[in-house]
Every structure is written in C-alpha cells, then in structure tokens.
C-alpha cells in the first residue's frame, strides 16, 4: 500500500460524560454514538488513504469498545492514534496503560480553565478539572504525547496566560487555544459565551509568548492572521494536515481544510486587499454573522 500523510477524524458518536457550555454538538446528543460495526468499515475505508486517525466523540473514551477500537485502528495499521478527549478517564492509572497497551500514540485532553472553578463552571461538572489534571499526570508519566485544546470564551479568555503557566507546569508537549466555534450552545448562548476578538487578542498572544518561552509548540485556532500580528508561526491552520473527517453521513468530508473554506468560515471585502488574504481562512462565519466584520482590518 501506498503510504501517505492524510489523516481521519473519526466522530464516534454524541454522547459524553460532560455537558460543556459552549458544546458545538449539544443539539446532537440525543442521536447517540456509532455502532462498532459502521466504525470499522470507517477504519477501514479510510486506511486506504491515511495513515493517522483521531478517534473523537462526543467522548470516546467512554464506550465499551474503546480499547476494541483503538485495537483495531493499531491493526489496521495506523501509524499515529490519537485520542481526542475530555481527558476523565485518564485519572485511571489503568486506564492510561490499557489505552497505550491498545496502541493510542497520542493524546488530546481539553482543559478549558486555570482553576477547578473555572473550568468545572465551563464543563458544568463537578470534579471535572481534578479528573482531567491528573489524566494529563498520568499520562506524561507513562511517557506519552499531550497536545491540550482550551476553547476560549468570555468568562476564560482572560485567563488564557495563566492556562499557559499551568499546562506548562504539567510539561504537555503542545497546547492550543481555539476561539470558540459558536454553533450549539455557544450559538444559543452567543451574547453570554463568545468573546470580541479584538478584545481576547492580547491575552491570547501572551499566553502563546509564555509557551513559545519555554520551548513549547503552542498554537491559537480559529483566529485570522489581522489578530495575529507577530505570532503568525502559532497559527493552527497553516500546520493541520490534510483531514478527511469520517461521522454521521452529514459530517463527512473528503477535506476538512475545504469544508471550513467554503462553508465554516467568512471571509470579507477588505480581505481582498490583505496581504494575508490567500493564507488566512477568516473567522468561524457565525461570529461575523452576529458581530459584523469591522474588527477585522486588513494588513497591507
Ligand atoms: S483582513 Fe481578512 S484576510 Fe486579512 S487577516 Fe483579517 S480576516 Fe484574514
């Protein structure tokens, strides 16, 4: 077989065991998860292509076929695993060695606040953030790869530098902060969870400046290279490899980078004259949608 770099986003289903107030898929919950079976086929169809899998949910790591799967996807020949998750059953010391025994190569838990409080306001469930700190423990003493994902919103972005200090202090390999999509909750909740842009800038690139400092990868998601200025290496985008994503029949796409081009994001009149204008993709179309498009200058 013919090797190549492509990798699949395998959307195993709805359900999860936190209830996040800015959840893209919370009008999707009550649809389940995927059965075993449609799963494998995926797997499958899709090693044809690519040789890295993301196995994500909802939260994957509460099925009872989770080690069956990441089994399956070690078999089937997958080079890199990744487990993209809410990091709670990590803070099994088993947990973590069945999972890595399976084959995962890599891990990538949410942390979405610097304090329990914050972050178990934000996942509405208590004991989340103790749980999630000490899977990411757990793991990093099992030697394995930690790329965290903190969704920025308003009652966080503040505190994204200091999210940095603690994610550095538990030594993760990579973190990203990735302005909140607002679709589901955060779309239903717009005014109280998602942030103006311009104003989540500076802390966002403090945050990065306290990660790049201690030779960390750290990376900022779904903001436009105008709000970017000086930090354009850690944009998320420029480094995604090529995805297919692999779900329910309506999430399914052949090209994530595509998908998010012409029909996530929103681009806008005076994009035609930035000079970023081919690289950048512009921000998720909701914000726009709700808040305009003058926070967005061009750069000449
Ligand atoms: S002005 Fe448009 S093209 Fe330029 S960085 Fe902002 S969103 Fe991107």
Known sequence: MKECYKRVDLKTGFICNNNCRFCVQADNKCKGNRSFNELKKDLIESRKRCSGVVLTGGE?????DF???????????YKTIQIQTNGRMFSSMEFCRKTIKAGATEFSPAIHGYCKEQHDYLTKTEGSFNQTIKGIK???SLG???????????SNYQNCPEIAKLLI?????????????????AGKNFDNIVPIMSLVAPYVHKALQIGIDAGKSAMAEAIPYCFMQGYEQCISERIMPATEIRGKKYQNTDSFAKQRKISGKSKFSQCKKCKYDLACEGPWKEYPEKRGDKEFVNIK
């Open 144 to 154: 394995a790869y930690i790329l965290t994902n903190t969704v920025i919103v308003k």
């Open 138 to 140: 757990n793991l990093k």
């Open 67 to 77: 080690f069956e799967l990441v089994k399956l996807a070690k078999n089937l020949g």
């Open 169 to 185: 202090n538990l030594n993760v390999d990579q973190f990203q902060l990735a302005f909140v999509h607002p679709m589901g909750n």
């Open 60 to 64: 994957v790591t509460i099925r009872k």
